[in-house]
Every structure is written in structure tokens, then in C-alpha cells.
T-cell receptor, first 111, second 114 residues
């Protein structure tokens, strides 16, 4: 079952902040965040693990609420290069390998 | 620095034809994945292979078969292509073993079924 992302789309001006949310109906072991530019492959941003460990991007932060099975990605002082579609992926249940993605959030940063 | 390599990049098929999408990774990864991407649907998992010798169904396996040929290669086969299988297909790989390993994607294969 796909995690649910919100909002579906957001438009920013350069320098503004944005938050993208991801929630699941299942207990989560980890949450993965990716960004995809049009016509390209998704690119890794961040992993949040059960227990609080994070690995990822120095200019992007995220939170993981294990009890609520939710994660949020925080984009601060957005740049034009932040434009793209953001996907959260979740690993849940008994499988450490099955990574399921949400439908994505389209972020547009304008000058 | 090849990473994950998919072939072909573009393919047009007629309904009912069969084809195989090839994927190879050179990162000594244990786990490999096939996703399809359709507008508004995000990335949906078709099949995955946690390790060499194992394969499991994802969210949308119907109409597809996979083969984990060896540790490097994981192929996706469409036995009788349908227009609903028109999509962009991504192969991916990761070290596996733990839920905290990064997944690396190939560049994608654009498939059109007419």
C-alpha cells in the first residue's frame, strides 16, 4: 500500500520554505526521500530510520514520527534547483527490502 | 561509474508482443527492484529481489515476470504486452539487508504499447 503524500503540489518563490508530508497506515522501519527532475531518474535525498538516525542532504532536513507513522521533509530558503517532484518511500512490516513510494509532490520554485 | 544500467531506453511494442527489459548493476548490491511510473501514480513496485536467488511480488506484478539471473542482473519480461503497460520503467538496486540503505535508480526505459 502506497504511503500518502501531501500536498500534491506547491509553488514557491525563491527563498521561501516548504514542508512535504508523508504518512503510512503501517508501522514503519524507515522513510526514504527522493527528488526527481522531469525526464530523469529519482535522486536520493535522505533516509530516516526507526530510532532516530538520519542520513542525507546537508541543506534539507526531515523528521520521522514513528508513533504516528509520519514523516515530513523541510525545504528551507528554497532555490530554483529545488524544483521537481518529491517522493517519499517507506519500508514497513516484516520486509527490509520492499520500498513503496507515494504518488509524489510537485514543487515549483519561481524566481 | 556505470551504476545501474537499463536497456533498452526506448521501445515501441505492438499489443500481444513480448519483450524483456534488462538491468545490470556494478555496485555489488544484493537487492534489486523494478518500478513503473505513470503520471499521477508515483513509482509503483512491480517485483523485487532481496538477494540473488529470490524474487517477490510488489504492488503491481500482474502481466510481468522477472528473473534474477545472477547478483548483477535482474530482468523484467512482458509476455503479452498490453496498452496499459505503456509506462516508464525504472530498475533500482541497494545493498539490502537493512531498511536504511539507499536505493539507486537506473535512467529509465520508456515503453509504449500500441
Amino acid at each position: 500500500q502506497q504511503p500518502v503524500q501531501s500536498p500534491q503540489a506547491v509553488i514557491l518563490r525563491e527563498g521561501e520554505d516548504a514542508v512535504i508530508n508523508c504518512s503510512s497506515s503501517k508501522a514503519l522501519y524507515s522513510v526514504h526521500w527522493y527528488r526527481q527532475k522531469h525526464g530523469e531518474a529519482p535522486v536520493f535525498l535522505m533516509i530516516l530510520l526507526k530510532g532516530g538516525e538520519q542520513k542525507g542532504h546537508e541543506k534539507i532536513s526531515a523528521s520521522f514520527n514513528e508513533k504516528k507513522q509520519q514523516s515530513s521533509l523541510y525545504l528551507t530558503a528554497s532555490q530554483l534547483s529545488y524544483s521537481g517532484t518529491y517522493f517519499c518511500g517507506t519500508v514497513s512490516g516484516g520486509s527490509n527490502y520492499k520500498l513503496t513510494f507515494g504518488k509524489g509532490t510537485l514543487l515549483t520554485v519561481n524566481p | 561509474n556505470a551504476g545501474v544500467t537499463q536497456t533498452p531506453k526506448f521501445q515501441v511494442l505492438k499489443t500481444g508482443q513480448s519483450m524483456t527489459l534488462q538491468c545490470a548493476q556494478d555496485m555489488n548490491h544484493n537487492s534489486m527492484y523494478w518500478y513503473r511510473q505513470d503520471p499521477g501514480m508515483g513509482l509503483r513496485l512491480i517485483y523485487y529481489s532481496a538477494s540473488e536467488g529470490t524474487t517477490d511480488k510488489g504492488e503491481v506484478p500482474n502481466g510481468y515476470n522477472v528473473s534474477r539471473l545472477n547478483k548483477r542482473e535482474f530482468s523484467l519480461r512482458l509476455e503479452s504486452a498490453a496498452p496499459s503497460q505503456t509506462s516508464v520503467y525504472f530498475c533500482a538496486s541497494s545493498l539490502g539487508g537493512q531498511s536504511g540503505n539507499t536505493i539507486y535508480f537506473g535512467e529509465g526505459s520508456w515503453l509504449t504499447v500500441v
